[in-house]
């Protein structure tokens, strides 16, 4: 079985910062893609920013320009920086991660964190 556990989350005033984590652990032999989602009330879940082993990464183009994903593959870690950030960007944002164990590839979530922007 495998964990994500997402951590950074918080109340930010609009054009602050912030910077989600989110660990991998568990009965794993390769992380592929990991990624971020998120979740606003009312909304579908929907892809932030996706990084593959590779280090490529792709992102939404809400967010592009102010949002940057990295990945500590050593780790099994990975970042979300965000920066400039809006009130529209409050939401649960969600890890991601696509695994490789002992029974095969299976896709994982954590279990999300609040990031509110807010006066």
């Known amino acids: 079985q495998v964990q994500l556990v997402e951590s950074g989350g918080g109340l930010v005033q609009p054009g602050g910062s912030l910077r989600l984590s989110c660990a991998a652990s568990g009965s794993i032999f390769s992380i592929y893609a990991m990624g971020w989602y998120r979740q606003a009330p009312g909304k579908q879940r929907e892809l932030v920013a996706v990084i593959t082993s590779g280090g490529s990464t792709n992102y939404a183009d809400s967010v592009k320009g102010r949002f940057t994903i990295s990945r500590d593959n050593a780790k099994n870690m990975v970042y979300l920086q965000m920066n400039s950030l809006k009130p529209e960007d409050t939401a649960v944002y969600y890890c991601?991660?696509?695994?490789?164990?002992?029974?095969?590839?299976?896709?994982?979530w954590g279990q999300g964190t609040q990031v509110t922007v807010s006066s």
């Open positions: 991601n991660a696509d695994v490789e164990g002992p029974h095969g590839l299976s896709d994982y």
